[in-house]
């Protein structure tokens, strides 16, 4: 698997998860990144992204509750999700913004906001 997506699970609205992303090829250490999400019966969506300069924007579902970052010597990004709303559910996947630039999509990983 060249994206591992880890860190989702169940949690109540309000509440918080961190997801982690590593790229097993070390091919997207030098580019910009991004997190994606799919909720059932949706196509998949922007979320979040950062490049190499740390310089970040996000999807105005998500602005000013999740933080994606990103630790190029580890080739891993992350999102710290906040204040977590049932609109969030879904499989959030990592990637290359460009889509000329893109690894096969990982498993992502699971949120699920229910109370």
């Known amino acids: 698997v060249q994206l591992q997506a880890s860190g989702g699970g169940q949690v109540e609205p309000g509440g918080s998860l961190r997801l982690s992303c590593t790229d097993s090829t070390e091919r997207l250490s030098r580019i910009s990144m991004a997190w994606f999400r799919q909720a059932p019966g949706t196509e998949r969506e922007f979320v979040a992204a950062?490049?190499?300069?740390?310089?970040?924007n996000y999807a105005d579902s998500v602005k000013g509750r999740f933080t994606i970052s990103r630790d190029n010597a580890k080739v891993t990004v992350h999102l710290q999700m906040n204040s977590l709303k049932s609109e969030d559910t879904a499989a959030y996947y990592c990637?290359?913004?460009?889509?000329?630039?893109?690894?096969?999509w990982g498993q992502g990983t699971l949120v699920t906001v229910s109370s």
């Open positions: 950062t490049n190499t300069d740390g310089d970040t």
């Open positions: 990637n290359a913004v460009a889509p000329s630039r893109r690894l096969p």
